[in-house]
């Protein structure tokens, strides 16, 4: 079993959408979780972290529940530059601090 | 944007040659990372380094092997490359850990073909 998991893509929305993306880590020990996003042949870019509490930044909302060992991504208001693919990321500290990666989640936002 | 650069971009080699991959940063980060991404599986840790001369593998260490002589560099290499070694390689830093977050910057890629 992969140590983050998530939903399979690609996910196709019209603009305006809302759309969320779920994932799941089977390491308890985790400590901290991210979303990055990867445009197409570039480099993957912290989208932002997750906080227990849950955090939003714009038009994106980020939750964490710790014990089902589950994060969420959802995106509001869909837009045509929000297709991308969104990676899950956990933080495990395993004697030095590792960050594990989801296979990621394609986006197409289409007009 | 943090300073982190690969090298090379683009590598064609033949099956059974070695291969070194550079990822060279200005950033003074402790932490280095090198992944490779593969369609249908994402990122997948290879190796990383938390100081010089101190490395861990990742999750496909397998046929990798890694350097770290000093802060700024740390060398990805593949003894004998094989066709399934073709891949984008991703090099990543982050600064010191505090509370468990450890917020990863990648470089641009390089991207390896085996043939």
């Known amino acids: 079993r992969k140590e983050v998991e998530q939903d399979p893509g690609p996910f196709n929305v019209p603009e305006g959408a809302t759309v969320a993306f779920n994932c799941t880590y089977s390491?308890?020990?985790?400590?901290?979780f991210f979303w990055y996003r990867q445009d197409c042949r570039k480099e993957p870019k912290l989208l932002m972290s997750?906080?227990?509490s849950g955090n939003e930044d714009g038009r994106f909302t980020a939750q964490l529940n710790r014990a089902s060992q589950y994060i969420s991504l959802l995106i509001r208001d869909s837009k045509l530059s929000d297709s991308a693919t969104y990676l899950c990321?956990?933080?495990?500290?395993?004697?030095?601090?590792?960050?594990?990666f989801g296979a990621g989640t394609r986006l197409f936002v289409k007009a | 944007d943090a300073g982190i650069t690969q090298s090379p971009r683009h590598k064609v080699t033949e099956t059974g040659t070695p291969v070194t991959l550079r990822c060279h940063q200005t950033?003074?980060?402790?932490?280095m990372y090198w992944y490779r991404q593969d369609p249908g599986h994402g990122l997948r840790l290879i190796h990383y380094?938390?100081?010089?001369?101190?490395?861990d593998k990742g999750e496909v260490s397998d046929g990798y092997s890694v350097s770290r002589s000093k802060t700024e560099d740390f060398l990805l290499t593949l003894e004998s490359a094989t066709s399934s070694q073709t891949s984008v390689y991703f090099c990543?830093?982050?600064?010191?850990?505090?509370?468990?977050?450890?917020?990863?910057?990648f470089g641009a890629g390089s991207r390896l073909t085996v043939l």
């Open positions: 997750v906080y227990s």
């Open positions: 950033e003074n980060h402790r932490y």
């Open positions: 380094s938390y100081g010089v001369k101190d490395t």
């Open positions: 990543a830093i982050s600064a010191e850990p505090s509370s468990g977050a450890n917020v990863l910057t």
């Open positions: 390491n308890s020990a985790s400590q901290s």
């Open positions: 990321a956990v933080n495990m500290n395993t004697g030095g601090f590792k960050t594990i």
